[in-house]
């Protein structure tokens, strides 16, 4: 367990990285931080993924200093979210990614709020991306931490 | 006489025909004249240059020429929601807020939304809190606001301005012309005062790794 919580923290603090230097540039709107949280929420016991929810919500807060606490909160609400749902409608990969989806379009509408501009195509655009790339990262990143 | 013009058209016109069609010859020629003709014109630009040099001395206008500065850019705000890019130039770089940001081909990149000691936070073009006055052609105000979409938005614009879609945008800086792109859309709304108005930018906001900053 605790090299599986190392494994995850480098992944995680790794794509903070690539979310800050953004080797795309802006033509890659989804962001690898909030991937890493949701297949975290996914994938491990409730208090692992609350606890790296709040730590990772929270340094992307205070990088740069946020004056509220946008992303602690979101991350939080997102993992509680998935945990929540995946207790009650459990073993079905369908649903597993329904609720990947929900989570995304539930990210996204509040960044939106957040940033007071509701824009559909962005919306739709950050969700296309974002689902492609966690199906992706969640089969690579499965493998490395289960090794 | 004859014979030398035998010899041109022998040793010059014949082989240039053959090296050079018509519409290669026609082309050049194009060229030429528009090289001689930029080159009238920059005469010219030099000269009204030196005149308008000459009438601000007499009339006791200081010539105000911004200093450019080369930054690079260090990050990007951890977001698909902000346009925000961190530069390598702060305070004791002189770096204050509001100071703009330019690419490479002169177009308008950004400003300086805050400023630290080591590094500073600059805003792009596209980021919805960025707002900054500009000007349409030479008909009126308004305030440029970023979309997170790639185009731009002129609020504040009333209906009987004559807006047109190609009118350029731009900013005035220290007798420095910048220019921000071109009117792309414009809509009257029905409940509303102002006009809709949509600009393309010039500089690409998507990709952007340097900047040069107007102090």
Redesign the interface.
């Known amino acids: 367990m605790r090299t599986t919580l190392i494994k995850l923290s480098i992944a995680l603090f790794l794509f903070?990285l690539v979310?800050?230097?953004?080797p795309f540039?802006?033509?890659?709107?989804?962001?690898f931080?909030f991937l890493g949280i949701l297949f975290v929420s996914l994938n491990l016991a409730f208090l692992y993924s609350f606890g790296f929810a709040f730590v990772f919500g929270l340094f992307?807060d205070l990088?740069?200093p946020q004056s509220l606490l946008f992303y602690t909160f979101s991350f939080v609400l997102i993992n509680m979210f998935l945990r929540l749902t995946l207790k009650y409608f459990h073993g079905r990969s369908i649903i597993k990614n329904l609720v990947v989806g929900l989570a995304i379009i539930f990210y996204?509408l509040l960044?939106?709020i957040?940033?007071?501009?509701i824009?559909p195509?962005?919306i739709f655009s950050?969700f296309m991306q974002s689902l492609l790339v966690f199906f992706i990262m969640e089969r690579f990143l499965l493998k490395w931490v289960t090794d | 006489m004859t014979f030398k013009r035998i010899l041109l058209a022998l040793f010059f016109s014949f082989p240039n025909n053959i090296l050079f069609p018509s519409i290669v010859s026609s082309r050049i020629e194009e060229l030429k004249r528009k090289n001689l003709d930029f080159r009238l014109t920059l005469e010219r630009m030099k000269t009204l240059e030196e005149e308008n040099r000459r009438l601000r001395r007499a009339l006791g206008i200081k010539e105000r020429r911004p200093d450019l500065i080369y930054a690079r850019v260090l990050g990007f705000y951890p977001s698909g929601f902000r346009k925000v890019a961190f530069i390598d130039l702060g305070k004791r770089d002189g770096i204050i807020k509001g100071t703009l940001a330019i690419d490479s081909q002169g177009y308008l990149l950004g400003k300086i939304s805050q400023s630290f000691n080591e590094y500073s936070e600059l805003i792009l073009l596209d980021d919805p809190y960025f707002s900054l006055p500009v000007l349409i052609e030479n008909k009126t105000a308004g305030l440029l606001k970023g979309t997170l979409w790639g185009s731009l938005k002129i609020l504040y614009v009333e209906g009987d301005k004559n807006i047109s879609i190609g009118d350029k945008v731009w900013l005035k800086y220290a007798d420095l012309p910048i220019v921000v792109g071109r009117v792309q859309r414009v809509r009257e709304t029905k409940n509303d005062f102002f006009l809709d108005i949509e600009v393309k930018p010039k500089s690409n906001v998507y990709s952007v790794r340097e900047v040069f900053l107007l102090k």
């Open positions: 903070f979310d800050f230097l953004k540039g802006f033509y890659f709107c989804s962001e931080l992307k990088f740069p996204a960044n939106s957040e940033v007071g501009q824009l195509s962005l950050f």
